[in-house]
């Protein structure tokens, strides 16, 4: 095309350019076929279609920092092609189709991925320290992470975009932006650090892999720019992972309280209910004493005893969040303990000291059970 057909048609021109830098869109589709696929294959696997429980997610790759943090690092990748939702999904595909087949001729193909890649790594990054309990999902850092790279194109190759070309940038960037961080405030599993911080990585990175379309130009300083490149995720990445708080063992102590609570709550309810009817037949006159204390102390008091050291064997730090919540169920475990004991002093000796003690360890006994409960209730 000559000089004069190119300054009156400058979008056909940049297109021929484009398509003689990078021939063919690869990247670009291969990604959006890969996130429409991991979220068909979650819907399959019983994942709402718009979007379920955040902790679902787990178990297709959803950045937790717990679990990251705890060795699965690969989270980091795996949750940016994770979607919550058909809507989440959908936005985020048109998204990437429309700025990433520009940026990733304007890039080539492999910038293109390291662009995308480098980002959706460094949102995930930015999203653990700003929120470690947060669970999180989507491209949508990623995505950023590619207009970061356009926006460090046209400040490195300045005026090479032909404005109308710019102008439709401009249109749909905000449109993607402004959705995205509002959904961002709306919506559990996604966050406006991850946004954030791929728009940066993006960025960085866009500036280190910007050269001119033509081949020549783009060929001067290649290795360079690679080993560059190279160094900035080499000391960003493990210096995140160096800042990023181990909140793994934590998650670890709640998960095995959980589990210790669950077990505990089955075999208190069981034996609340003999203690009860252990009271109920002897007040009716169809246990006498002697049968009742062999009843409490040959197999209640035993059975409390075992409960009250299963559930000892928790570890908690210190400082635990639910550091509370284990003392209040070792306090009424134990005065539950001291309550069936006492009972059975009650019925051997029929002392007013033992008949206290029965009223006051019932009293711990509720007061602690009280306590634990409020304090769910304000969870």
Same mark, same amino acid.
């Given at each position: 095309?000559?000089?004069? #057909? ?71 990748? =795996? ?20 700025? +990433? ?6 890039? +080539? @193909? ?30 949508? +850092? ?11 194109? =046209? ?36 966050? @406006? ?21 033509? =081949? ?43 589990? #210790? ?27 006498? @004493? ?27 730090? #210190? ?39 029965? #009223? ?20």
């Amino acid at each position: 095309m000559n000089t004069d #057909a190119a300054i009156e048609h400058p979008e056909i021109e940049f297109a021929r350019r484009l398509h003689a830098a990078t021939p063919r869109v690869l990247v670009t589709p291969a990604l959006v076929a890969i996130n429409i696929a991991v979220f068909v294959v979650m819907l399959a696997m019983g994942i709402a279609l718009f979007g379920g429980r955040a902790d679902d997610y787990l178990r297709f790759g959803a950045n937790f920092a717990p679990l990251t943090t705890g060795g699965e690092w690969w989270r980091l990748a =795996t949750c940016t092609f994770v979607h919550f939702g058909i809507l989440h999904l959908a936005f985020n595909m048109w998204a990437l189709w429309d700025s +990433g087949q520009l940026t990733e001729r304007l890039f +080539g @193909n492999a910038w293109f991925l390291a662009i995308y890649l480098f980002a959706g790594v460094a949102g995930s990054f930015a999203s653990m320290l700003w929120r470690a309990e947060a669970v999180s999902v989507g491209a949508s +850092g990623a995505i950023f992470g590619v207009f970061g790279a356009l926006l460090a194109y =046209t400040v490195r190759q300045r005026g090479s975009i032909p404005s109308a070309m710019m102008n439709h940038l401009r249109v749909s960037t905000s449109i993607f932006v402004t959705y995205s961080l509002f959904y961002g405030f709306a919506a559990a599993g996604i966050d @406006n650090a991850a946004h954030l911080g791929g728009l940066a990585a993006g960025f960085v990175m866009g500036l280190v892999g910007a050269r001119p379309l033509e =081949t020549a130009a783009r060929a001067r300083g290649h290795m360079q720019r690679i080993a560059l490149a190279l160094i900035v995720a080499a000391v960003a990445l493990p210096s995140a992972a160096l800042f990023a708080p181990d909140s793994s063992r934590v998650y670890r102590q709640a998960v095995a309280l959980q589990k #210790a609570i669950d077990a505990f709550v089955v075999k208190e309810h069981r034996l609340s209910a003999a203690f009860d009817d252990v009271v109920k037949r002897a007040r009716d006159g169809r246990l006498d @004493n002697k049968g009742a204390i062999k009843e409490l102390r040959g197999s209640l008091l035993p059975a409390w005893d075992a409960a009250v050291a299963q559930l000892s064997t928790v570890e908690l730090d #210190a400082k635990a969040p639910l550091r509370r919540d284990y003392e209040l169920l070792m306090q009424y475990a134990q005065a539950r303990r001291d309550m069936t004991a006492a009972l059975a002093d009650v019925l051997d000796s029929g002392a007013a000291a033992d008949r206290e003690r029965v #009223a006051d360890k019932r009293r711990q006994a509720e007061a602690a059970l009280k306590e634990y409960g409020d304090r769910q209730a304000r969870k």
